[in-house]
Every structure is written in structure tokens, then in C-alpha cells.
């Protein structure tokens, strides 16, 4: 539901995975050229009706704040990633 609904508003979500070790583990990597090039999928997703009032409430139910981790990494020079 989230990935589908991200990508069909532009935002390049390219990997998801949950963890061998912790049942309450998931991970997904979205790409973008450079900071300057977020702002626009960001707002795109971030302020849809679809995602305030149907998507969102069912993501913040499912999230385990203290357990939460945002990080935005740069790939290096021979990542395929790139």
C-alpha cells in the first residue's frame, strides 16, 4: 500500500526489506539525485489527502517510535545505487 502509493507520486523507493532477526524490523531505501530534488516527492507524499487521512493513520499505528530510525545516507563512488 505505502510503496505503490509513494511511487505513483514520484518518489523512487528502491529497496524493502524486514529483518531476519526482529519481526518488528523493516527497512526501505528511496533515491534521490540530491537533497534539492526531495522537496518536490516529499511534499508530493506528504501532504496528499490519501496519505493525511487513510494512509498515514495506518503507517503511525504500525511504528514503534523508540525503535524508529531515519537516516539519510549518500552511496559511495562504486555502489550500484548511484
Known sequence: MV???QASLGMDVIA???DAQDEDGYLWIRRFEDEAHSDAPY???YQHDRRKNE???VVHGL???EKT???RVVPTPASPLR
Open 55 to 57: 494512509i498515514g493513520p
Open 16 to 18: 524493502s526489506f524486514v
Open 69 to 71: 530510525v531515519v537516516a
Open 3 to 5: 510503496i505503490p502509493f
Open 43 to 45: 511534499a508530493a507524499v
Open 63 to 65: 511504528l514503534i517510535p
